[in-house]
T-cell receptor, first 113, second 113 residues
Framework: GAGVSQTPSNKVTEKGKYVELRCDPI?????LYWYRQSLGQGPEFLIY????????DSGLPNDRFFAVRPEGSVSTLKIQRTERGDSAMYLC???????????FGPGTRLLVL | AQTVTQSQPEMSVQEAETVTLSCTYD???????LFWYKQPPSRQMILVIR??????QNATENRFSVNFQKAAKSFSLKISDSQLGDAAMYFC??????????FGKGTLLTVNP
């Protein structure tokens, strides 16, 4: 079946703008995760959804970051008032349930000028 | 909380030879699992292998195998008969009851023809 997809592949924006990053998980996967990967680093956890609810958002760096998953499938990561430090690769992963293997999408590379 | 350490920023191997990538971890949990993921230049994070902590037998997947030393908290990846397509960044990661994956900083593997 189809893997995790993310759009856009790349996003260039100006400081202060609002951006939305989309993740479409593998069909049937109830768990969805967002990670952020800075250059030369491993991914770092941002938020975890089980179904429609955010079960853990402890990795979100500040209140400019928000994520939703209204129907328990597609998720959107929203970043308000972007800053240059937000530039990174944003990875989405999904799994059958919380203890199962996480499968990653290709990521969205965000560049804030 | 988990920590994952990869002490080799870069490794190289000749095509058809064997290479071992090192990873150490620390966790207070008794039920956890460990992964190796591969991230080629195309950037999609691909699962290489998974090991459950309760399993004594080392996981294998074709040319990839792990050496899981639970007491030493060591989890190394052995790649046999290396191929040009194995060239990538390799990340060691751990997960437990808090479902988040904690990643190491990665090891960049170069395969020389």
């Amino acid at each position: 079946g189809a893997g995790v997809s993310q759009t856009p592949s790349n996003k260039v924006t100006e400081k202060g703008k609002y951006v939305e990053l989309r993740c479409d998980p593998i069909s049937g996967h109830t768990a969805l995760y967002w990670y952020r990967q800075s250059l030369g680093q491993g991914p770092e956890f941002l938020i975890y959804f089980q179904g429609t609810g955010a079960a853990d958002d402890s990795g979100l760096p500040n209140d400019r970051f928000f994520a939703v998953r209204p129907e328990g499938s597609v998720s959107t990561l929203k970043i308000q008032r972007t800053e240059r430090g937000d530039s990174a690769m944003y990875l989405c992963a999904s799994s059958l349930s919380w203890k199962e293997t996480q499968y990653f999408g290709p990521g969205t590379r965000l560049l804030v000028l | 909380a988990q920590t994952v350490t990869q002490s080799q920023p870069e490794m190289s191997v000749q095509e058809a030879e064997t290479v071992t990538l090192s990873c150490t971890y620390d966790t207070s949990e008794s039920d956890y699992y460990l992964f190796w993921y591969k991230q080629p230049p195309s950037r999609q994070m691909i699962l290489v292998i998974r090991q459950e902590a309760y399993k004594q037998q080392n996981a294998t997947e074709n040319r990839f195998s792990v050496n899981f030393q639970k007491a030493a908290k060591s989890f190394s990846l052995k790649i046999s008969d290396s191929q040009l397509g194995d060239a990538a960044m390799y990340f060691c990661a751990g997960g437990g009851s808090n479902y988040k994956l904690t990643f190491g900083k990665g090891t960049l593997l170069t395969v020389n023809p």
